[in-house]
């Protein structure tokens, strides 16, 4: 029973997570790779199908299966999702001028998610 429940969060997840890519790839302020290696990640554990979809898209296919080779990103690719990080990131503190406890709390976790990004690997 808990398996097939696992299965099914991740199932929904991994959807969710393409929803997410989908709407990245139209709103230039949303990534898309990275919503993608997540629902890639979940439909690795709960569907073979859908796992395989992802890998062999036609646009979003390249990227991912070089990912899952071997955990590395263009860096052209990571420099796009650390300048869109900043400016979603620099909109909403802008957007909470007066409200400096927010605005802190915003630069921190764009610094953590800036860390994260920074950290990954490039692809040779």
Do not use: Y
Request: proline share 6%; net charge positive.
């Amino acid at each position: 029973m808990l398996p097939q429940i696992k299965r099914h969060i991740l199932l929904g997840l991994g959807w969710l997570f393409v929803i997410l890519g989908a709407i990245g790839a139209v709103l230039p302020l949303l990534p898309t790779t990275p919503f993608l290696i997540l629902a890639l990640a979940c439909f690795s554990k709960s569907s073979p199908r859908f796992h395989a979809m992802l890998l062999n898209n036609k646009w979003f296919g390249p990227p991912l299966r070089q990912w899952e080779h071997n955990h590395t990103i263009r860096r052209k690719v990571k420099h796009k999702a650390m300048g869109l990080i900043i400016a979603t990131f620099g909109i909403s503190i802008w957007i909470l001028t007066g409200r400096i406890g927010l605005q802190i709390m915003l630069v921190c976790l764009c610094l953590i998610v800036l860390a994260f990004v920074w950290r990954l690997k490039e692809a040779d």
